[in-house]
Nanobody, 115 residues
């Protein structure tokens, strides 16, 4: 069974930065896709960023040019550098890893941006 554990969330002022980390355990296979999603109160979960095994990245429109996704060489960990944070970035951020057998999710980490 795959376990994804996020860390790095917290409270930050608008304009600040945070770096989220997600490390996988329990799997010996590299993920085909790893990504970050977020869910704010009363809203649907949305894609923040994802990175494919070949290195191609994709970002949600609201975070382009502010957030950077990266992963380790073994493709078992993914990171999200969040810059110039805005109050609307406040949400629970979830890590996702996709293999041929399906998607695995972390438990989420809270990011709160104060104005």
């Amino acid at each position: 069974q795959v376990h994804l554990v996020e860390s790095g969330g917290g409270l930050v002022q608008a304009g600040g930065s945070l770096r989220l980390s997600c490390v996988a355990s329990g799997t010996i296979y590299a993920f085909k896709v790893m990504g970050w999603y977020r869910q704010a109160p009363g809203k649907q979960r949305e894609l923040v960023a994802q990175i494919v095994s070949n290195g191609v990245t994709d970002y949600g429109d609201s975070v382009k040019d502010r957030f950077i996704i990266s992963r380790n060489k073994a493709q078992t960990a993914v990171y999200l550098q969040m810059n110039r944070l805005k109050p609307e970035d406040t949400a629970v951020y979830y890590c996702m890893g996709r293999t041929a057998w399906g998607d695995s999710w972390g438990q989420g980490t809270q990011v709160t941006v104060s104005s």
